[in-house]
């Protein structure tokens, strides 16, 4: 899966470092995507928004940096990737549960594109109902035990564990400054030990969308 992590990440940058290495094929992402029109937005991010992030992966390889547009509005998100020189690389959109893919990437994706939205449904939408009182919360759906630890109306952490321990490890979001009411967080930070990879998402721009 590192492979398929660097293939990812050379790719959303345009191929600017060659051709992604030879992969086998993917494992499953555990879980299965909620429909989106059933997600609840954090009250930093609103209903219908466009959130600029600065995507950095890391793996035991290596580093790659790219820049990614997530857009959702009613039942319908999109996730844009752009390559070194502002031109777009990849459009990802899930409506209700359909996802649909569209690439200018010079090389194939070597997993699942919706891969991508399984993180990005569980670091921004998957979670228990807050503002909850300080301290550790945890709720079992799905097979997945999840853990959130809150202080002053702000999540700080978000884990996720599968009760069948397949795979083994935890997933683990975290949120600079808390997330909450106000502006998002900064930096959030995610590790998949699933896959074998970390993300640091930094904030670039953040703005509500009109969703007529």
Not at 52 to 62: A, C, F, K, L
Not at 68 to 80: H, P, S, T
Not at 115 to 126: A, E, K, L, T, Y
Not at 171 to 191: F, K, Q
């Amino acid at each position: 899966m590192t492979r398929v992590l660097l293939a990812l990440a050379l790719a959303s940058c345009g191929g600017a470092h060659g051709p992604p290495p030879e992969a086998g094929p993917p494992p499953e992402y555990p879980g299965s995507l909620a429909d989106v029109g059933t997600l609840v937005s954090p009250p930093a991010l609103g209903d219908a928004f466009a959130l600029e992030q600065r995507v950095r992966t890391e793996y035991p390889d290596g580093a790659q940096e790219f820049r990614a547009v997530l857009q959702r509005v009613g039942d319908r998100m999109v996730l844009i990737g752009f390559g070194p020189h502002g031109g777009r690389g990849f459009a990802l959109t899930q409506t209700g549960e359909a996802i649909e893919f569209e690439s200018q990437m010079p090389e194939e994706l070597p997993f699942p594109p919706e891969f991508m939205f399984h993180d990005i449904q569980r670091v921004w939408f998957r979670g228990l109902r807050g503002p909850l009182p300080d301290g550790e919360h945890r709720e079992v759906v799905d097979g997945e035990e999840i853990v959130e630890r809150w202080e002053g109306d702000r999540l700080q952490e978000r884990t996720f564990r599968r009760l069948d321990g397949e795979p083994a490890g935890v997933l683990r979001a975290t949120y600079e400054g808390g997330l909450g009411a106000g502006d998002p967080p900064a930096v959030v930070r995610w590790e998949n030990p699933w896959f074998g990879y970390r993300l640091i998402l930094t904030t670039l721009s953040h703005q509500a969308i009109d969703p007529e």
